[in-house]
Structures are given as C-alpha cells and as structure tokens.
C-alpha cells in the first residue's frame, strides 16, 4: 500500500523558515516523482514544484522560486520541502503527492503551516 | 500559464447524474485529471488522462473530452459524493488546476 506520511502541523514566526518533510513507503522511492501543493485557507490547489528523487532533479513554478526549497533523502525515503521568509501569505495546508508522472496518484495527508507573531 | 475555468457549484439530486466542466485557455490534448477532495481531506485522484479511471474508483465515474473541453460525469450520485471535484493539466508547466466545483445534493 502506498503511503505518504507528513510531518506535524506547524506555527512559525514571520520573516523564519520551515521545513516540512514526506516520508514514503509501499513503492520504490525512486521510481516516481514527489511534487508538492499548496492549498490555502478556503482555496484551491497551486502546484508548487517537484523534485525527482532519482537524479535529484528539481522543477518549480516560477511563482515559489526563491520561496520553497525540495529536497530528497533516498536512503530513508523522505521528501522535503523548506519554505522561506515566511509571511501571512504562506499560511495554507502543504501536500506532498507522488508523481505518475504529472498527476497525483497518492498525496499526503497535509501539513498545516501558520504564520503569526 | 494554462488557465482551468470550472464553474463553482452544482447542486444535484440523489440518484441523477452530474456533469462539471473543465476549460483549458488553450490545449491540453488529453493531459487531464480529476480529483475529488472532501471536507478536512487531501484529494484523491479519480481520472488521468482525460477517461481513465483510477484504480479502486468506483465506474459511476468518468471523464471525456480533449483539446481544451474536458467533462467530469458522476452516474448515479450518492450521498458519498458531496465534496469539491478538481481538474488539473499536466501538458505544460506550471502544472495548474481548475478554481474546483462543489457538489452539492438537492
């Protein structure tokens, strides 16, 4: 069974940054893509980027350049995503969901991200 | 970016069938997919490619349509269903998503 395990909800200060992780098991880690979506609060669904654990390569939307960071362990099976200068605007709930190769066969259950002082 | 206009709600009958539109600002051949998100849930994907079903995802759905009109179908509605359905393109990057349209039952 695939399964997409995400890290904890998380509340952070303005101007810091975050680290979010997915951790993934019941499939070979690097035979897929890991992409990663945003959802704010009532809203839909923004692609954010994805990253292909095989040959660590990275793709974003040219909207979350210089705001979100992806990263890859292949050794424990985890994707990473790091969000940066955080600001209101980045509170949302983030997904992690397996690539096959450009749609979403499996997503994470959701890390909650606040931003407030 | 390829913008997906979906209309923002419907409101259907138990047991009637439902039908959402998806539409591309230009074309998407058949690189598109539906999901389904209910309330406090992640979505679950239900169509790739424009009509094929994902695995465990009951054949009361479906999905048609090409180039830049894309049609999402549930036939019979249950109750099960009330949640907002989403249509996503994977032709060009950024990959993008439909604004979603909520069903609801009558």
Known sequence: ?117 | DIVLTQSPALAVSLGQRATISCRASESVRSSMHWYQQKSGQQPKLLIYGASNLASGVPARFSGSGSGTDFTFTIDPVEADDIATYYCQQSRNDPLTFGSGTKLEIK
Not at chain 1, 22 to 51: N, R
Not at chain 1, 81 to 105: H, K
């Open chain 1, 1 to 117: 069974e695939v399964k997409l395990q995400q890290s904890g909800d998380e509340l952070v200060r303005p101007g810091a940054s975050v680290k979010m992780s997915c951790k993934a098991s019941g499939y070979t880690f690097t035979d897929y893509a890991m992409h990663w979506v945003k959802q704010s609060p009532g809203q839909g669904l923004e692609w954010i980027g994805t990253i292909i654990p095989l040959i660590d390569t990275t793709s974003y939307n040219q909207k979350f350049k210089g705001k979100a960071t992806l990263t890859a362990d292949k050794s424990s099976n985890t994707a990473y995503m790091e969000l940066s200068r955080l600001t209101s605007e980045d509170s949302a709930v983030y997904y992690c969901a397996m690539g096959q190769p450009n749609w979403f066969a499996y997503w994470g259950q959701g890390t909650l991200v606040t931003v407030s002082s």
